[in-house]
Structures are given as structure tokens and as C-alpha cells.
């Protein structure tokens, strides 16, 4: 019986390292296409994102590809912690987005990491994508600064670019009516004064024979009109 076992167990020996090498070859396929997608990222956003491909395979020199070195590394460098988090649980969030980070020299860093596993659902590599916000800070200030506008004038609309057409004058003397429990004719004389003051008030005083559209809908004069804006 050991003569009979002795090629079984050397045959099943050699079964497992076939299945391993076969493993190792997919996983290296594997990684390799997803470092030309890192190359491809990091030459899309020159100067700006840094993509790092990590081998997770070999934590201790885990980068395998940096495109836009913004972080001083280099290939060969260790894994990072969420690296080692993937290796010893495989069930460690695949994809982790936007959240904050920071370069050595202090720079803000929004990152996202995305974790690559094989046929067996074990992590085997992480590609990492850094984006320099520090750069995008001065724009986004400069960009504030353009389309902010004075606070004294932030609560009411001074102006209207826009005409105001008999139709919308309507739907806006009903809807303020409506507001008010009523419709236009209905409304007392204080709610008439101030539902006009408030046509007034958003620019609707601007077009052309506003004022007798108005004046035809509440039931009143023209001049009466002219009166409630008083």
C-alpha cells in the first residue's frame, strides 16, 4: 500500500503546484491589465492625481506602478494600512471613495482605493487614485469670489432681465389670490393694495400695460392700480 500511496501523494503534490502556478499566471495577467489602466488614469490628470497600483501580494514591496508621484514613494514601497486591512480580511470594503487624506509635505488629498481580488475572492491588489485638492483650492476661491454677490441684496429681486408676459402676469395675480383664500376679484381692498405692492415688488410693473392687466383682474381702476403701489 505505500507503494501505491507514494505516487498518489507525489501526483497530488504535483495537481496542487500546477493549480498554484495556473493561479499565480492568472493573478499576474490579472494585475497587469489593471496596470494599464493605472498608467492610462495617471496620464489622463498629469501633475494633479496620483494613481498608485499596489501588489498586494508582496506587502512589503507593494507598489508596483506610481504615475504622478505627488507623495515622494516609490515602486517597491510597502503597502499602505488599508493594503494590509485587504490582505488580512478578505472581506474588507472593495471600494472606498472620496475620502480625505493628506501627502507628507501636508496637502489635502481626496483618494479613492479600489480593491482587486482573484477567482477566489482574495485580495491580490489595490489601485489607489490621490487627487491634489490643494491645487483646486485657489480656483474654487477665485470661482466664489466671482459669483457671490453682496449680502444687502441677497433677500429680494432687484430686477427682472426678463419680460413679463400678460399670461405670467395671470398665473401670478391667481396664484397670489390663492395665497389668500380667494381669487382676484374676491380679495379685500387691504389684500388687493398688498397683493399689487408684491407684483411691484418681483418686476412685474415692468411690461407694457401691466398695470391695466392688473387693474382688469382685481376689478379696479388703473389709477387705483397706481395707488397700492404707493
Given at each position: ?17 500546477a493549480d498554484s502556478a495556473a493561479g499565480a499566471d492568472t493573478e499576474g495577467h490579472l494585475i497587469g491589465e489593471v496596470e494599464r489602466i493605472a498608467v492610462a488614469l495617471g496620464r489622463m490628470f498629469p501633475g494633479l492625481c496620483e494613481v498608485v497600483l499596489h501588489d498586494l501580494r508582496d506587502p512589503r514591496h507593494a507598489i508596483r506602478v506610481i504615475e ?163
Amino acid at each position: 500500500m505505500n507503494e501505491d500511496a507514494g505516487p498518489e501523494g507525489r501526483g497530488g503534490t504535483a495537481a496542487v503546484t500546477a493549480d498554484s502556478a495556473a493561479g499565480a499566471d492568472t493573478e499576474g495577467h490579472l494585475i497587469g491589465e489593471v496596470e494599464r489602466i493605472a498608467v492610462a488614469l495617471g496620464r489622463m490628470f498629469p501633475g494633479l492625481c496620483e494613481v498608485v497600483l499596489h501588489d498586494l501580494r508582496d506587502p512589503r514591496h507593494a507598489i508596483r506602478v506610481i504615475e504622478n508621484n505627488l507623495s515622494g514613494r516609490r515602486v517597491g514601497d510597502s503597502a499602505t494600512e488599508l493594503g494590509l486591512a485587504r490582505i488580512a480580511d478578505p472581506q474588507y470594503p472593495s471600494v472606498i471613495q472620496n475620502y480625505p487624506n493628506r501627502f507628507p509635505d501636508g496637502r489635502p488629498v481626496k483618494s479613492t482605493s479600489i480593491g482587486i481580488r482573484n477567482a477566489a475572492g482574495e485580495y491580490v491588489a489595490a489601485l489607489c487614485l490621490n487627487l491634489d485638492v490643494s491645487v483646486l483650492s485657489p480656483v474654487t476661491l477665485a470661482l466664489s469670489n466671482l459669483v457671490a454677490t453682496e449680502a444687502e441684496h441677497r433677500e429680494r429681486t432687484l430686477e427682472s432681465l426678463r419680460d413679463r408676459n400678460a399670461r405670467e402676469l395671470r398665473e401670478a395675480v391667481e396664484a397670489l389670490a390663492a395665497e389668500r383664500a380667494g381669487t382676484p376679484r374676491s380679495l379685500s381692498r387691504q389684500d388687493k393694495r398688498e397683493l399689487v405692492r408684491q407684483l411691484h415688488r418681483d418686476g412685474f410693473f415692468d411690461s407694457r400695460d401691466a398695470a391695466q392687466t392688473i387693474a382688469d383682474l382685481l376689478g379696479v381702476s388703473r389709477a387705483t392700480v397706481y395707488n397700492y403701489t404707493k
